[in-house]
C-alpha cells in the first residue's frame, strides 16, 4: 500500500494564479482531511470529507474548494493565490470507528509559495 | 486562549535521556487523545492514542491522561537520536456518524544529542 499520497511536493504560484492540489489514498478510508500547517501554528483544519459526494468546512476554509467524487481522491483547489496562501498542505485520511476516527494518516505534503 | 497548549521547545537532550513533553487543554469534551510524530519535512504520524484519562505504555513511550487536570504527557525513555522529532498532541470529541475533527497543538521540537 502507497498509503496517502500527494502531489507536487513544491510549488511556487504568482498571486492571482489557480492550482489543484492532488491527494490520493489506496486504503479504502471513507474519511479525508485537508490541512494546511504554518510555522509555530499547528495545523488548520481546511476541508473534510465523510464519503465521496460529501464535503463540509474545517476552521480554515476561505480561499479553498474542494470535491470528493471517488473514495480514493480528494483534491483541493486554490482559487486566486494569496500570500496568506504560503503554507505547508497536508491531506490523511482515516476509517470510521464507531466513536471517533482519531487515526488519521498522513500524506507527505506540498510546500506552496505565493508571491 | 487557545483550546489546546504546547510548548514549542526546542527541547535539547541528550542521548539516553528521559523526555516529558506536555500539553493542557481547555475544552471538558475532549475524550480522545493522540501523540503524532513528524519528522523534518514529512507528514505527521500517530505514535500513540489514548481513550478518557490513564496511561498507555508502547515499548519507550508511555502517554499519560489527567482530565481532572486538562493534562496529557508523552514520556520518552532512553531517547535516541532518531527519536529527534515535533512532537505534537492532537484531541478529539466522541462523534458517531460524522468524521472526529482533531485539535492539534503547535508541536514542541526534540532534539536528542550524542
Known amino acids: 500500500n502507497a498509503g496517502v499520497t500527494q502531489t507536487p511536493k513544491f510549488r511556487i504560484l504568482k498571486i492571482g494564479q489557480s492550482m489543484t492540489l492532488q491527494c490520493t489514498q489506496d486504503m479504502n478510508h471513507n474519511y479525508m482531511y485537508w490541512y494546511r500547517q504554518d510555522p509555530g501554528m499547528g495545523l488548520k483544519l481546511i476541508y473534510y470529507?465523510?464519503?465521496?459526494?460529501?464535503?463540509d468546512k474545517g476552521e480554515v476554509p476561505n480561499g479553498y474548494n474542494v470535491s470528493r467524487s471517488t473514495t480514493e481522491d480528494f483534491p483541493l483547489r486554490l482559487e486566486l493565490a494569496a500570500p496568506s496562501q504560503t503554507s505547508v498542505y497536508f491531506c490523511a485520511s482515516s476509517f470510521h470507528r464507531g466513536a471517533g476516527s482519531y487515526e488519521q494518516y498522513f500524506g507527505p505534503g506540498t510546500r506552496l509559495t505565493v508571491t | 486562549q487557545k483550546e489546546v497548549e504546547q510548548d514549542p521547545g526546542p527541547l535539547s537532550v541528550p542521548e539516553g535521556a528521559i523526555v516529558s513533553l506536555n500539553c493542557t487543554y481547555s475544552n471538558s469534551a475532549f475524550q480522545y487523545f493522540m501523540w503524532y510524530r513528524q519528522y523534518s519535512r514529512k507528514g505527521p504520524e500517530l505514535l500513540m492514542y489514548?481513550?478518557?484519562?490513564g496511561n498507555k505504555e508502547d515499548g519507550r513511550f508511555t502517554a499519560q491522561v489527567d482530565k481532572s487536570s486538562k493534562y496529557i504527557s508523552l514520556f520518552i525513555r532512553d531517547s535516541q537520536p532518531s527519536d529527534s522529532a515535533t512532537y505534537l498532541c492532537?484531541?478529539?470529541?466522541?462523534?458517531?456518524?460524522?468524521?472526529?475533527?482533531?485539535?492539534f497543538g503547535t508541536g514542541t521540537r526534540l532534539q536528542v544529542t550524542l
Open positions: 489514548t481513550y478518557s484519562s
Open positions: 492532537a484531541m478529539s470529541t466522541p462523534n458517531t456518524g460524522t468524521a472526529s475533527k482533531l485539535t
Open positions: 470529507s465523510v464519503g465521496a459526494g460529501i464535503t
